[in-house]
């Protein structure tokens, strides 16, 4: 551990992102030891497109995609979304830890730059949230996430290009139909001119039926963007 981690340990003790439990001052782990029993990384195989958990003996791409029609090109996904994952994302979210999402967005940088090496990306862009939920919070998750992967990969956020309509339900609670209908034309693009056969990673924090992805990066192509590849947080799997 370098000795400015320590002497910041120090001042702001860390804490486990799950439990909200005091971890070692020497500590580097985003979670505690209990915590960490339940970690679940997206490291098996996946759908070439989705980025979704599948099993070895499938093909490539998943039933979902080859019978929906794909406006991005793909998506990675960090983590699974279970266990102490999805107890931190929801600390993250609904309790307003703004500090967890630094430490994702370090840990989805490694995805990201794993996973697209050969993409030449000339923007990043984040899944807006309506204003007035962005107020209640105090920050989108998705957007301090792109921040830090922007400061590692040295290509810029643009937070003029893609907003959400006011009045749009959340998705939680909703099935796959409901969420497609929800998040349609939720979405509006503002200063297309900046998209005009551009390549764009998109940011996003779970992805769940990836309905809310699809349907930015459809406005976005809509708009004369060339390409959009997602990278996502934690990806719920099928059987849930």
Same mark, same amino acid.
């Given at each position: 551990?370098?000795?400015?981690?320590?002497?910041?340990?120090?001042?702001?003790?860390?804490?486990?992102?799950?439990?909200?439990? +005091?971890?070692?001052?020497?500590?580097?782990?985003?979670?505690?030891?209990?915590?960490?029993?339940?970690?679940?990384? +997206?490291?098996?195989?996946?759908?070439?497109?989705?980025?979704? @958990?599948?099993? /070895?003996?499938?093909?490539?791409?998943?039933?979902?995609?080859?019978?929906?029609?794909?406006?991005?090109?793909?998506?990675?996904?960090?983590?699974?979304?279970?266990?102490?994952?999805?107890?931190?994302?929801?600390?993250?979210?609904?309790?307003?830890?703004?500090?967890?999402?630094?430490?994702?967005?370090?840990?989805?940088?490694?995805?990201?730059?794993?996973?697209?090496?050969?993409?030449?990306?000339?923007?990043?862009?984040?899944? @807006?949230?309506?204003?007035?939920?962005?107020?209640?919070?105090?920050?989108?998750?998705?957007?301090?996430?792109?921040?830090?992967?922007?400061? /590692?990969? &040295?290509? @810029? !956020?643009?937070?003029?290009?893609?907003?959400? =309509?006011?009045?749009? &339900?959340?998705?939680?609670?909703? +099935?796959?139909? /409901?969420? !497609?209908? +929800? !998040?349609?034309?939720?979405?509006? !693009?503002?200063?297309?001119?900046?998209? #005009?056969? =551009?390549?764009?990673?998109?940011?996003?924090?779970?992805?769940?039926?990836?309905?809310?992805?699809?349907?930015?990066?459809?406005?976005?192509?809509?708009?004369?963007?060339?390409?959009?590849?997602?990278? #996502?947080?934690? #990806?719920?799997?099928?059987?849930?």
């Amino acid at each position: 551990m370098k000795l400015k981690d320590y002497l910041l340990n120090i001042v702001s003790p860390p804490k486990c992102m799950a439990c909200n439990k +005091n971890l070692p001052l020497q500590n580097t782990a985003m979670f505690c030891f209990e915590c960490s029993k339940n970690y679940y990384i +997206n490291n098996g195989k996946t759908c070439t497109t989705c980025g979704k @958990p599948i099993a /070895e003996n499938r093909d490539d791409s998943c039933a979902k995609c080859k019978s929906t029609k794909i406006h991005y090109i793909k998506n990675v996904s960090r983590y699974i979304y279970k266990g102490c994952i999805k107890d931190a994302i929801k600390n993250m979210k609904f309790k307003k830890r703004a500090w967890i999402a630094f430490d994702f967005g370090k840990a989805l940088y490694k995805t990201v730059r794993d996973e697209y090496s050969d993409i030449k990306f000339d923007m990043i862009l984040y899944v @807006p949230m309506s204003r007035m939920s962005e107020i209640y919070r105090g920050f989108n998750q998705s957007g301090e996430m792109a921040e830090i992967i922007s400061k /590692e990969l &040295k290509i @810029p !956020v643009n937070t003029k290009i893609l907003y959400k =309509k006011p009045g749009v &339900k959340k998705q939680s609670g909703l +099935n796959y139909k /409901e969420r !497609v209908e +929800n !998040v349609r034309n939720a979405f509006i !693009v503002k200063n297309s001119h900046l998209l #005009t056969d =551009k390549t764009i990673l998109l940011i996003d924090d779970v992805f769940t039926t990836g309905s809310t992805v699809n349907e930015c990066s459809r406005v976005l192509k809509r708009n004369g963007a060339l390409a959009v590849y997602a990278a #996502t947080l934690a #990806t719920v799997p099928f059987e849930e």
